[in-house]
């Protein structure tokens, strides 16, 4: 009977002791073995890659001063135009009459006043009314100035030498004061500039006078220099973004055309502030943010988020998140929650 008991306690002994021996292999197995950089934010000056559509800094909506029915538009899109070229007219008859009109009225007027003024030399009129005939006189007489005026501007001319970019009405259409009529610019003096849109954060890294690298994919493979002309100074009410225009220099102007699409790198003078991480560290990450793992004892992982400026060949810029962090894990974080065990191996 003692055997048997004693039998019996050195199985629930060894039983404990396996049991001990399993849990310490768990234990053992659930460190993670990871690898990990120190962090250390940086001054930074980050290439900005944007795109956008070329025009001219001197593209001008002509249009007609008074409303109307157009008698005919002189030019298509494309011709190219001399200062001073007329380039649509309106139909005249109604501003004739009117101008008529005011002739008529001048006419009558200048009688009157000539009437009073020998009426009041001879003593039968009154100063009162000689004054209120001179009165009448100069207003029938600024009535026919605006008529006249009106008049002169029944027409669009040219108002620089160079191309119609688009025809906005036709030959009897009825048009308002100031409606645009022809879109032209001044594309034979060869001032291009690439109009690009940013978002908010890039806008702000640019200032006038930054260098650019811009392609034209009318000319592939080639690449032209320019610079930051000028930064928009609210958001654009289509596109929602902020736009920059980027002059270019030495692209053949034949190659050039209103509307063109073209590329460009703006390469920012001005540095930020900000961690360069290898894109492998980042999970369920997108555009503008996402999730890495760092450790600050070196044996515990921590899940935070980050705020992403950037992703360029394989490095993602990070604005924010990584305040508080000292090393971050770049291998192994596949396989890690938050808390996770690890065990740092290079």
Avoid at 76 to 95: C, F, H, P
Avoid at 194 to 209: F, Y
Avoid at 244 to 262: D, E, H
Wanted: charge should be positive; charged fraction near 20%; aromatic fraction near 6%.
């Amino acid at each position: 009977m003692k055997k048997i008991c004693l039998l019996i306690s050195l199985i629930t002994v060894f039983s404990a002791c396996s049991s001990k021996k399993k849990e310490a292999v768990a234990v053992t197995s659930d460190v993670i073995p990871v690898s990990v950089i120190s962090l250390q934010q940086e001054s930074i000056t980050r290439p900005i890659q944007a795109s956008g559509v070329f025009t001219t800094e001197d593209e001008t909506y002509l249009g007609f001063k008074i409303g109307g029915v157009i008698q005919h538009v002189f030019v298509k899109e494309g011709d190219a135009v001399k200062a001073g070229q007329l380039l649509a007219s309106l139909n005249l008859t109604e501003i004739k009459a009117q101008v008529q009109q005011a002739q008529i009225m001048l006419d009558k007027a200048q009688r009157d006043h000539a009437r009073a003024k020998n009426l009041y030399r001879d003593s039968v009129a009154t100063l009162e009314q000689f004054q209120n005939a001179k009165t009448g006189l100069e207003i029938a007489q600024q009535a026919y100035n605006a008529g006249a005026f009106n008049q002169s501007y029944a027409e669009i001319r040219a108002v620089k030498s160079g191309f119609v970019l688009k025809k906005l009405a036709n030959d009897g259409q009825v048009v308002g004061p100031g409606t645009p009529v022809v879109l032209m610019n001044g594309a034979n003096k060869g001032n291009w500039v690439l109009k690009v849109g940013l978002s908010d954060r890039d806008w702000a890294a640019t200032q006038a006078g930054d260098p650019a690298e811009i392609m034209l994919d009318a000319a592939p493979g080639e690449k032209y220099s320019g610079s930051v002309l000028a930064k928009s100074e609210g958001v654009d009410p289509v596109t929602g973004t902020l736009w920059v225009s980027l002059r270019i220099s030495g692209a053949p102007t034949a190659q050039l055309a209103a509307g063109l699409f073209g590329k460009a790198k703006i390469s920012p003078r001005k540095q930020i502030k900000s961690w360069v991480i290898p894109y492998d560290a980042i999970l369920d990450g997108n555009a503008t943010e996402g999730y890495v793992f760092i450790t600050k004892d070196g044996k515990t992982a921590e899940k935070v988020k980050i705020q992403i400026s950037s992703i360029d060949h394989g490095k993602v810029f990070v604005s924010a998140g990584l305040e508080n962090a000292t090393s971050l894990i770049t291998s192994g974080n596949a396989y890690l929650d938050a808390g996770s065990a690890i065990k740092i191996v290079r």
